[in-house]
């Protein structure tokens, strides 16, 4: 049989509530999800980034293909969510009988890892416009209530806090 025949038989159906974890930052595996059905939420370092992750989009590419242990995100559903999921320890196996797609495979591995580091890069400045920007509305809202209070405006602050 074909490799794209084994690689689907070797997935599994899995189906996730809202708010589940699908994967967690900076923990080991080796799973490969490809949303199918629903919408998700990429997550780094705590803060939402990135837009909404939808059908065809893939979580763990890199860790299945053995470029990194680690997921460099959180992937938490946002609906209910209907993945394939590919273990990435049985595609050692898989290649081994096909071996004239392994210049494939191996262009495979590459485009994931540059592309998985490209948007890293992308969300990680997200992530530093988002913290600078609540910074600068945490640093606004204390200059404009010590403005008020200097002023004996009464107010109790209430209005002033940060919206995140």
Same mark, same amino acid.
């Given at each position: 049989?074909?490799?794209?025949?084994?690689?689907?038989?070797?997935?599994?159906?899995?189906?996730?509530?809202?708010?589940?974890?699908?994967?967690?930052?900076?923990?080991?595996?080796?799973?490969?999800?490809?949303?199918?059905?629903?919408?998700?939420?990429?997550?780094?370092?705590?803060?939402?980034?990135?837009?909404?992750?939808?059908?065809?989009?893939?979580?763990? !590419?890199?860790?299945? /293909?053995?470029?990194?242990?680690?997921?460099?995100?959180?992937?938490?559903? &946002? +609906?209910?969510?209907?993945? *394939?999921?590919?273990?990435?320890?049985?595609?050692?196996?898989?290649?081994?009988?096909?071996?004239?797609?392994?210049?494939?495979?191996?262009?495979?591995?590459?485009?994931?890892?540059?592309?998985?580091?490209?948007?890293?890069?992308?969300?990680?400045?997200?992530? !530093?416009?988002?913290? /600078?920007?609540?910074?600068?509305?945490?640093?606004?809202?204390?200059?404009? &209530? +010590?403005?008020?209070?200097? *002023?004996?405006?009464?107010?109790?602050?209430?209005?002033?806090?940060?919206?995140?």
């Amino acid at each position: 049989t074909g490799l794209f025949d084994q690689l689907m038989r070797a997935t599994d159906w899995l189906m996730f509530p809202p708010g589940h974890v699908v994967v967690k930052q900076k923990t080991a595996g080796t799973r490969m999800y490809i949303l199918c059905f629903g919408a998700a939420s990429t997550i780094l370092h705590g803060l939402v980034v990135g837009d909404p992750l939808l059908p065809g989009d893939c979580v763990g !590419a890199a860790s299945a /293909l053995d470029e990194t242990v680690r997921y460099m995100v959180t992937v938490r559903t &946002q +609906a209910v969510c209907h993945f *394939r999921s590919l273990d990435g320890l049985v595609l050692p196996k898989i290649f081994s009988q096909h071996p004239a797609e392994l210049d494939n495979i191996e262009n495979m591995r590459q485009y994931v890892a540059a592309t998985d580091a490209k948007k890293l890069k992308f969300l990680e400045a997200q992530m !530093a416009k988002r913290k /600078l920007k609540t910074r600068e509305d945490i640093a606004f809202r204390r200059h404009i &209530q +010590a403005a008020r209070v200097t *002023r004996g405006i009464a107010g109790s602050g209430a209005d002033l806090q940060p919206r995140l």
